[in-house]
Nanobody
């Protein structure tokens, strides 16, 4: 598989917005997701999207984050609005073969992006 390549991220004040992108050539049939690794904590699921566009979100980001995929451009996105300091950390995109889109089991995902830093200051 072609590697997942992330872009976006950066530093923003609380209440601001950022958009993460993940180039995902060849993954249009795959379940894909975004995972967050806060400093000193384990990687946790943020949002996942199936090949049919169905989505699931962790309660902590519902109404603030939006996961989407453009299968024509083969890009996965995470629009992050109303950012909070606790959203700070590394964000990873991931992909797994068609099946159950696991939100809370990052170990189910075989393919990972390189990670991108998001820093939200209060």
């Amino acid at each position: 598989q072609v590697p997942l390549v992330q872009s976006g991220g950066g530093s923003v004040q609380a209440g601001g917005s950022l958009r993460l992108s993940c180039a995902a050539s060849g993954y249009s049939d795959y379940c894909m997701g975004w995972f967050h690794e806060a400093p000193g904590k384990e990687r946790e699921g943020v949002a996942v999207i199936d090949s049919d566009g169905s989505t699931r979100y962790d309660d902590s980001v519902k109404g603030r984050f939006t996961i989407s995929r453009d299968n024509a451009k083969e890009i996965l996105y995470l629009q992050m609005d109303s950012l909070r300091p606790e959203d700070t950390g590394l964000y990873y995109c991931a992909a797994e073969s068609p099946g159950i889109c696991w939100l809370y089991s990052p170990n189910k995902y075989k393919f990972w992006g390189q990670g991108t830093q998001v820093t939200v200051s209060s």
